[in-house]
């Protein structure tokens, strides 16, 4: 009788070198919970405190090519500082989702940092699941390579003409499947649910929670595939998106503003996901050199930013457009009506 081997265990997903993964979602669990407990717990951040931390977790991020590279060879390393600004910038969409979510809900202020971090993790847990799904699908089938292109592909071009818009979340079908499971209360505090009369009660923050993971799937689906096509190394991967996760409560106080000055963001990365699609389509005839794919994605954002900002001076040169500049000219007084002059008196 012949022996039939065991199916592959998740752990051939995660590379040659399993243990250093492990690593790097335990660190990246840890500062997250540090993040929990030390940015602006129980209060509403400044503007400032906020731009102070995400600074910080983008230099941290960042450094962390110095290890990775010395550990796993410059090549990982640089293909990691790829990966994690393309994923970095496709967090931002992220958060505006999220920003989305919380409006259309009606999420309290106070409440929305606790559904932020749930959403941050969750975002963490479904990335993890797609990059081991990925990863065990591409050493299978060869031509999941040639979808996930096809599909950066679309995904560029929707980007691009603006199609990509973000829809209603209360009609996302995992919030109506839920509400028609549950019944729906009003707030209760912090809390996702509530027992009266022996029945159990969702609140809105429940049904916020379900659209943030759902979310969090689609976003998954979308940005695993980019990384897929910097990079065939799931240590890489994982440090990428775990690093490019932290620190979006405090960019989270920022969206608004990052999104008004960045104006050309959506066109920005739809070129960015067209150029890793064809990296990708033609990785079996010519092997893109990680140094000229991190060269290429740099240079992108740059030319992005450059542009917004001189359409940002451009906006401002031009004034508003009934070309006054912005000064109101001081209302002049209405002239006296001439006196009627007087009738002459008919003789009596």
Do not use: C
Request: net charge negative.
């Amino acid at each position: 009788m012949v022996p039939v081997s065991p199916p592959a265990l998740p752990l051939a997903s995660l590379g040659d070198d399993p243990g250093a993964v492990f690593v790097i979602i335990g660190v990246v669990v840890a500062l997250l919970v540090a993040d929990l407990f030390l940015f602006a717990r129980g209060r509403e951040p400044s503007f400032r405190e906020s731009v102070i931390w995400s600074i910080g977790w983008l230099i941290l991020g960042l450094l962390v090519a110095i290890p990775l590279g010395l550990y796993a060879g410059t090549s990982d390393g640089v293909s990691y500082l790829t990966v994690y600004l393309i994923e970095r910038t496709l967090s931002l969409d992220n958060l505006v989702v999220f920003l989305l979510i919380f409006g259309s809900f009606a999420v309290p202020h106070r409440e929305r940092g606790k559904l932020l971090f749930w959403g941050i993790a969750m975002a963490l847990v479904m990335r993890g699941v797609a990059i081991v799904v990925g990863v065990g699908l591409i050493e299978r089938f060869h031509i999941v390579v040639y979808i996930l292109g096809a599909g950066l592909l679309i995904l560029a071009w929707k980007m691009w003409a603006g199609s990509a818009e973000h829809t209603d979340p209360h009609k996302n079908p995992f919030v109506r499947l839920v509400s028609r499971m549950y019944p729906v209360g009003d707030y209760e505090g912090s809390k996702f649910s509530v027992r009266r009369d022996g029945k159990r009660i969702l609140t809105p923050m429940a049904l916020a929670l379900v659209a943030i993971v759902a979310a969090d799937i689609a976003f998954a689906i979308d940005s695993i595939p980019a990384a897929f096509a910097i990079t065939d190394n799931a240590l890489v991967i994982w440090a990428a998106n775990g690093f490019a996760l932290l620190g979006l409560r405090a960019l989270f106080a920022l969206v608004e503003e990052l999104i008004k000055r960045f104006r050309y963001l959506n066109q920005t990365v739809a070129v960015v996901l067209g150029v890793v699609a064809v990296k990708l389509l033609i990785a079996d005839l010519w092997k893109m050199p990680a140094l000229v794919s991190l060269s290429i994605v740099v240079g992108l954002f740059a030319a992005g930013i450059l542009l917004s900002m001189a359409a940002d001076r451009r906006d401002e040169a031009a004034g508003p457009p009934d070309g006054s500049g912005g000064e109101l000219e001081p209302a002049s007084e209405p002239e006296a009506e001439p006196e009627p002059e007087p009738q002459p008196s008919s003789a009596s």
